[in-house]
């Protein structure tokens, strides 16, 4: 199970719910990111869709995306209705996304603890929260560890202790797939040191770009196809780095 930093969810946010127990009005279903929360999903709340039985649209440990419609905090524990027909299209897919990114770190961080003889509660404490201030995102930090090194867990404020096995995990367990752009640059000049000139130009171009791509994980070649003509590659994480 996935920790959040929130023990509660608020109104308006999405979540990702096991259906539990089935009622011919509703469903109760557990609310999978929230440790021991449960919530209510009203018949009227299930679907656009015309249904006469409830289970024509809901089956028992059934996952689903809905958004929290009522959240009652003065009880104990709190009262929580959601909607999963308010859930748009869009909406649904990011989630999915998220969710599975938040399994994904999840399962990192319990390698973590069980590399270092910690709980997954400090874990979470001292590396997961630290990469989600640092990096908006669990995972979204564990991908930049895996393209920069452990600096990038260093630099989130994670000791080294923690940061160097946390790395050599991450080396096995996130794999980044590299974007590459071409073209093809053509070159003429009838200057009688021309060589030299073409040379100069071709190591400026290299160097420009390898500092630009040094912190990006980025790789930069640059031969010939056929005078007057030079292939450039870039090959990086990201186009737009490119």
Not at 61 to 90: F, L
């Amino acid at each position: 199970m996935v920790l959040r930093r929130k023990k509660i969810p608020d109104v308006g946010d999405l979540v990702v719910a096991t259906v539990m127990k089935i009622f011919d009005y509703g469903a109760y279903v557990k609310l999978d990111e929230y440790k021991d929360l449960e919530a209510y999903l009203p018949w009227s709340e299930i679907t656009t869709r015309h249904f006469k039985d409830i289970r024509e649209v809901l089956r028992e440990n059934q996952k689903i995306v809905a958004k929290v419609i009522r959240v009652d905090r003065k009880k104990s524990p709190p009262a929580i209705d959601i909607s999963s027909k308010r859930v748009r299209p869009e909406e649904q897919r990011n989630k999915i996304i998220e969710w599975k990114r938040l399994q994904k770190a999840h399962n990192i961080l319990e390698l973590l603890a069980q590399k270092t003889g910690k709980s997954i509660e400090e874990i979470y404490n001292e590396v997961g929260w630290k990469l989600e201030d640092k990096y908006m995102e669990i995972m979204r930090g564990l991908e930049e560890i895996a393209m920069r090194g452990f600096e990038a867990a260093l630099e989130a404020g994670i000791r080294k202790d923690l940061a160097e096995p946390l790395f050599e995990i991450v080396k096995k367990h996130v794999e980044i797939k590299k974007v590459s752009i071409t073209g093809i640059l053509s070159l003429k000049t009838a200057s009688p040191d021309g060589i030299n000139r073409i040379k100069e130009i071709l190591s400026t171009i290299y160097q420009t770009a390898i500092e630009q791509l040094k912190n990006e994980g980025g790789k930069v070649s640059i031969y010939s196809v056929g005078a007057p003509r030079y292939r450039i590659e870039l090959e990086g994480y990201e186009y737009k780095t490119l």
